[in-house]
Structure formats: structure tokens, C-alpha cells
């Protein structure tokens, strides 16, 4: 069947996102999702696209009097310093555009190669390739003898162009451009007013701003900058430092709104509900449930993605969990049991969880817990996360009963979980901006309001926000 819409989702479980995909079918009734004539570079800098071009009506008889022809390439991308991963790239009437990722950038200090060949493995000429950063500065050039080019152009006196001359398009097939347009900047205070900032871009696009005299990054004070073109257009992924005239800075880059929040650092949730649109506060959480939090929270921190091989025998590389499991394992953060086995599904236990909070804590801080004692009738000198308690207590993560026991063995629940979580990384809900904003956030049918003892703390879970911390506090600004 032709021209039929098909929406192709992944399985979701809990704790993942649904991700799907769509497209229209072809003549002969088949879709490829993702299209072939997209592809993602892999750790060697290499993908492989291809595109087809239909056959064509010339004479108007109603039939198709050309052939349908398909074009089939290999692509490599690097730069001087090696090849690069996780470029993408696609291919549309025969031209190709890479967009590199964020890590790389267009200069000529730093070129991008990138390499075309057929499926034989040979150079094609003539092939139009553009290679664009996140900085949306563009490099245009057509492919050598070799299939290959080379951007941006270094310049031999007076452009950056190989084309000759000022450094625009040029009128050459085989020359190279580079642009980015003009970026407009406005500054405004945590109240709306307008502040006037000093203005410096260096070679690579990053902007720098400083602040006036008496506006500084401290306390709870923040600053929304947004980024133009000359148009008035709002420009995406602009690398900008604000600084103040006290030394304090702080950085990032702008969203597809050309809007950026300085000082604050996102929040990414890290729980999800149910599809039921409950979260069971009270429903205990599996180890399998327990690794993918610390897994998120440690890819946030380091900005990695996601990966690694898990040697539990019981873990199926197949398995939503086999790469939150193996990611944590080379961290250290999970341990198995003597039979070389992690029971994923098993309900993870206080004292589990608290080890595990402990493990990831120290990975980014200097946690000397051999120093406390805690007291609870259940948990002796000698049992094996005796330390991780006391530390955990003492520190104000999580509390024991009133009988005086801390039932480490007890199955933690998911409310606790979020909880000790929360105090653990310093992350302090804004109760006045969630009851502002209720209407807009993610919640919960059996969480309904804050004479819930765990209501922020799930709110502060399960939404991804910004913020703006200082001392106890945290304001959301967005």
C-alpha cells in the first residue's frame, strides 16, 4: 500500500521514555525508519546513507519513462585531533549536510574533513557537502578526486575562502564558505529590567559578556539573555560566559528560543510515573529501577551518554536495564552477589539504596565516612553497610524509625527513594513556583498536593527545570 502513514514506537517500561518514528510508504507499500538517507556517525567517524531518486514521468503519459536510481555512500567525518563520533548526516537531491556534534566546532585552527565514497570504496567527486556547528557557522564545498574535503578553508591573504577574496560564497564550485550571522544580545535581571553588558566574541563564535558594576552572579540573582540574528531571528545554541566584575562567572548555550538562564543549572528528572498517570509512592523499587536514577544523575553530571557492558549472568545485553547496569558497574556504584548474578528484578533494599547513594556521592566528592556512628538496635558494628548508614544519618539523607530501627533490609519505598536522592545531590523543590505553575508540570493522579509529606520531593523529581541554588534554597527560573 502506498502513502500510508506508519508510526513506529520502541517498547516503553518504566523508568524510560516512549520514542517514535514516522514516515509514508513507498510504492511498493515498504518504509525504512530511520530513513536511509540519514546516519549518525559511530566511534570511528563513519556511517553509511543512500538515496533514492524515483523514477519520472518526461512526457506527460501518466507512466514513468526514467528509471528509478539509488545512490549509495560512505561517509567519514574527522578533524586534526581524530575521527568523530555522533556526526549527523543526511543526504537530500544528491547533496550532503553533517552537522557535527556539540564537542566540535568549525575553525581553521581545528579543520573537519569529510570523506565520500561508493560502496565499492571509492572517492566520488563533485559531491556537494555543507558542514554546520552548533554555532551555525557553515562550511560549503564540493568533494576532490579523492572525494574529499576539507573546511573551513585556510586563508593565504585576505579571505576565508578559496574562492579568492573576502570570504564570502564565492561563485567557485570548489570553493568554501564560512558564516555565522550577526548575534544581537539582550540582558535582562531576575525583575525584567534591562542590563547593559559588555560584549567580546572570540574566534570560535563563544560570546563573553560582562556584567555592570553592582550586577553580580550571587546570592539568588540571575540573568535571562536572549540571542538574535540580524533579523531579529532567534539563533540556537550560541556559546556565551557571563561574567560579573568579581570573578564569578558561569556559562552555557541557548536553546532553540535563542534564550539562555545564567547562573542555573538544569535539573533533569530522573523518575518517571506509570501509564496510568499514577507514581506509587508507597510500590517498592527494583534494583534494575534503583540503577537507571544513578545512572541519569552520573551522565548529567559528566554529560556522557548512557553505555556499557554488564558481566552479571543475568543481565541480557537485550534488556531495557543491560546498559544503566553496566554503565554504574564501571563506576563502581552497584555490586552483585558471590554467584556473579544481580537480580534486577528484585526489590532493592534501604540499606542497598543508601550504599548505592553513598558510592555515587563519593564520585564527586570527598566522603570520609568512616568517621560516623549511628545507633539503631538493627544495625550492628560489623553489618556490611553499617558505615553507609552512619554516613547517611549523619549527614541527613535518611532517618530510622521511631522504635529506634533503621530495617535495612526493609524494601525502600519510591517515595524514600526520591527523597534521599534529593538531599543527596542538593536539590531543594520551589514550593512557589510549583503551586504557580502546577498546571503546566508533570504530576501525579495519587500525589495531589503538598499535605503529602513527599510531594515537593517528587515534583523536584519528575521535572526536568532550571535553577538557580544558593545556600538552602533553589529558585526555579524556568
Not at 535581571?189 to 566574541?201: A, F, L, P, Y
Not at 532553540?256 to 506509587?280: C, Q, V, W
Not at 534486577?344 to 558510592?359: H, I, K, L, Q, W
Not at 529506634?404 to 519510591?414: E, L, M, S, W
Amino acid at each position: 500500500v502506498k502513502d500510508m502513514s506508519v508510526i513506529v514506537s520502541e517498547k516503553a517500561v518504566e523508568g524510560t521514555e516512549t520514542k517514535s518514528l514516522t514516515g509514508v510508504t513507498d510504492k511498493d507499500g515498504v518504509i525504512i525508519l530511520p530513513p536511509s538517507n540519514e546516519g549518525v556517525t559511530d566511534k570511528d567517524g563513519k556511517t553509511d546513507i543512500s538515496e533514492t531518486i524515483p523514477g519520472k514521468d518526461t512526457d506527460g503519459d501518466g507512466k514513468e519513462d526514467t528509471e528509478e536510481s539509488k545512490t549509495e555512500y560512505n561517509i567519514t567525518v574527522e578533524d586534526t585531533k581524530g575521527k568523530i563520533e555522533n556526526a549527523y548526516i543526511e543526504i537530500k537531491d544528491g547533496k550532503i549536510t553533517v552537522t557535527l556534534p556539540d564537542t566540535h566546532t568549525l575553525t581553521t585552527s581545528n579543520q573537519t574533513t569529510v570523506t565520500v565514497l561508493d560502496k565499492e570504496n571509492k572517492g566520488v567527486a563533485n559531491v556537494s557537502v555543507t558542514v554546520t556547528d552548533k554555532n551555525k557557522a557553515t562550511a560549503t564545498k564540493s568533494t576532490d578526486t579523492n572525494g574529499k574535503i576539507t573546511v573551513p578553508v585556510k586563508s593565504t591573504g585576505g579571505g576565508s575562502s578559496s574562492s579568492g577574496g573576502g570570504g564570502g560564497r564565492g561563485g567557485s564550485s570548489g570553493g568554501s564558505y564560512i558564516s555565522s550571522n550577526i548575534t544581537n544580545i539582550t540582558v535582562t535581571d531576575k525583575n525584567g529590567k534591562n542590563v547593559s553588558v559588555s560584549k567580546s566574541t572570540d574566534k570560535d563564535g563563544k560570546i563573553t559578556l560582562t556584567l555592570p558594576n553592582g550586577a553580580e552572579l550571587t546570592g539568588d540573582n540571575y540573568y535571562t539573555i536572549k540571542a538574535t540574528d540580524n533579523k531579529g531571528n532567534a539563533k540556537a545554541d550560541v556559546s556565551i560566559i557571563l561574567k560579573d566584575k568579581k570573578n564569578n562567572s558561569a556559562n552555557g548555550t541557548t536553546d532553540k528560543n535563542g534564550m539562555l538562564i545564567l547562573p542555573a543549572s538544569e535539573h533533569k528528572a530522573y523518575i518517571f510515573g506509570y501509564a496510568d498517570g499514577t507514581f506509587r509512592p508507597d510500590n517498592n523499587m527494583s534494583r534494575a529501577e534503583a540503577t537507571a536514577i544513578f545512572a541519569r544523575l552520573i551522565s548529567e553530571k559528566k554529560g556522557e551518554k548512557i553505555s556499557g557492558k554488564s558481566n552479571f549472568n543475568d543481565v541480557s545485553k537485550n534488556e531495557w536495564y543491560s546498559d544503566y547496569i553496566g554503565y554504574l558497574s564501571k563506576y563502581g556504584i552497584i555490586k552483585g552477589y558471590s554467584n556473579s548474578t544481580f537480580r534486577p528484578d528484585d526489590n532493592v533494599s534501604r540499606a542497598e539504596f543508601v550504599a548505592m547513594t553513598v558510592r555515587f556521592n563519593s564520585l564527586f566528592n570527598d566522603v570520609k565516612k568512616g568517621s560516623y556512628t549511628v545507633k539503631y538496635t538493627d544495625v550492628a558494628t560489623n553489618y556490611w553497610a553499617y558505615s553507609d548508614i552512619a554516613y547517611a544519618k549523619n549527614v541527613g539523607w535518611l532517618n530510622g524509625y521511631a522504635d529506634g530501627t533503621f530495617k535495612g533490609d526493609n524494601a525502600i519505598t519510591r517515595a524514600e527513594v526520591v527523597t534521599v536522592v534529593n538531599r543527596a545531590t542538593g536539590r531543594k523543590a520551589d514550593e512557589s513556583y510549583i503551586t504557580k505553575n502546577v498546571s503546566v508540570l508533570n504530576k501525579f493522579t495519587d500525589i495531589r498536593n503538598n499535605s503529602m509529606w513527599y510531594y515537593t520531593d517528587v515534583m523536584e523529581a519528575a521535572n526536568t527545570h532550571l535553577a538557580n541554588s544558593s545556600n538552602d534554597t533553589e529558585t526555579w527560573v524556568k
